[in-house]
């Protein structure tokens, strides 16, 4: 037996596609939700070389969770703690639309062991949640908040999103003004991405008017930073904000390349330094919700480039590690002046870094 584990649940369903999302999802349907779970039980069952490792988070994505009941919910917890070593005072997260979590869902996921909740408001403005395809307004994130915390969760995160369609500089900081009206332990703030043949390319092309440059992004997401920072969220990864100790643990996993393992379609893992996913097909994982795809891992650039993502920053000595000899580090940190720098014996990087971080890490491990 190793070291601790984190858990991934992948729910895949959703009962309307949102226009922005590229993740693996599938239509709602109660029949298939029910094989879902029951090949979830048969992975978890059947999982055996990882029984008895110690788990310390597990996190339910989508899709959407919060369509499952929350009696489904504590029932795979339920299994996974016969199976696994679950940590008293492990983090269990459930992402949640603010449509779905109703008071007696929130009362229903709290009895079932959940302690944290991930709810996707992405914004305060109803005519961008409208374009973006979702389905609650506003008003209801704000109801969600306060009875998720009647119903006594200990750690509440709000997504939002910079560059919907139509956003203003001003309409950004008043969706920013009101979430931290309501207080939350943990801010998750993305830039809208556009994948190619989605309907959002598809308005982007039509009305390309609508979509904010380079420059608007990057003066919302100065700002973001600052009005954030000022409240006391500390800035710990590109697009994260969190209250001293309310950190995401799970999500840490990832970018400090600890141990975790997913399940249910299209989940990804890393396990003792072994890389493998399901793929991305239901009706594939339900004949054999067992079967992996293994993938190709360099661990020591991963260290790299996932720990850059973190205000923490890394160790110098990584980038030998990975392959950069010294004098081409020396270079490389040189070419990158204004968005890298050493700092209390870590490399971080810089505001304007954290903006441009994918080319910037390109750079920097090619």
Known sequence: MSGALGLYVHVPFCRTRCRYCDFYR??????RMDRFLAALARELDGCREWHGRRVETVFFGGGTPSLLEPDEIGDVLARIGRRFALAHGAEITVEGNPSDLTRARLEGLRAAGVGRLSIGAQSFVDRELLLLGRRHDAARVAEVVGEARTAGFESLSLDLMIGIPGQTDGSFAASLARALELAPDHLSLYLLEV???????ALRRERPGLFAGEEAQRRRYLA????????GYRHYEISNFARPGAECRHNLRYW?????LGLGPAAHSFVDGRRFRHLPDLEAWLAD???VEELVADPAAERVFLGLRLEEGIDPARLEEAGV????????????SGFIELRDGRLRLTPD?????????AELLR
């Open 26 to 31: 599938v239509g709602e349907n109660r029949a």
């Open 195 to 201: 994948h190619q043949g989605s309907e959002m390319d």
């Open 224 to 231: 973001m930073r600052a009005r954030l920072t000022a409240a």
């Open 256 to 260: 400090r390349c600890q141990d975790w």
């Open 289 to 291: 919700p067992l079967a």
């Open 325 to 336: 000899p010294p004098d081409e580090a020396r270079r490389r940190l040189a070419r990158l």
């Open 353 to 361: 870094g954290l903006l441009l971080s994918n080319p910037v890490l």
